[in-house]
């Protein structure tokens, strides 16, 4: 009902706000859009779910995220595949692999220093009643 649309409608505005702010950050540039496949073609043969910020942001749109936690899994997976393929000891890997444990670290301070738990609640019941 009505007071349900409004939940979503404060929760999308919440995620909104975290991934616009991630995404003005430049240390997280490399993860503002898909990974190139014409820069890097094997990507997704490595790569089962590509994930970036602007996809991110046209989920939370579409109103694909119920709670924050779901979002968060998403999130997670941008940093979680540049650690996956960027695995090696060279210059290169261990730059994108600094950016993107900052980016893990980032999501989750912002997280819990905004993120009301009687709030998440809320989004989890409305989750369990759809
Ligand atoms: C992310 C990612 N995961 O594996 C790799 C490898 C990267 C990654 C990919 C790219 N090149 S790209 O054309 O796909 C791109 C440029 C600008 C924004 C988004 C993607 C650049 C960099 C970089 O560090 O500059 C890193």
């Not at 702010?21 to 997704?44: C, G, H, M, N, Q």
């Not at 940093?79 to 900052?102: F, G, K, Q, T, V």
């Not at 912002?110 to 989004?123: A, G, S, T």
Request: hydrophobic share 35%; aromatic share 8%; proline share 4%.
């Amino acid at each position: 009902e009505q007071q349900e649309e409004d939940v979503l409608r404060e929760l999308r505005l919440f995620l909104r706000n975290i991934t616009e702010r991630l995404s003005l950050d430049r240390r997280f540039k490399a993860f503002t859009k898909p990974v190139d496949i014409e820069e890097v073609p094997d990507y997704i043969l490595v790569i089962k779910k590509p994930m970036d910020l602007s996809t991110l942001l046209t989920n939370i749109d579409e109103s694909k995220y119920v709670t924050v936690g779901k979002f968060m899994s998403d999130a997670d997976l941008i940093w979680r595949n540049a650690l996956e393929y960027n695995p090696d000891s060279d210059p290169m890997d261990r730059h994108i692999r600094h950016r993107a444990y900052a980016l893990k670290d980032t999501i989750r301070a912002i997280i819990r220093d905004e993120l009301d738990e009687e709030f998440e609640r809320v989004c989890e019941e409305i989750r369990e009643s759809r």
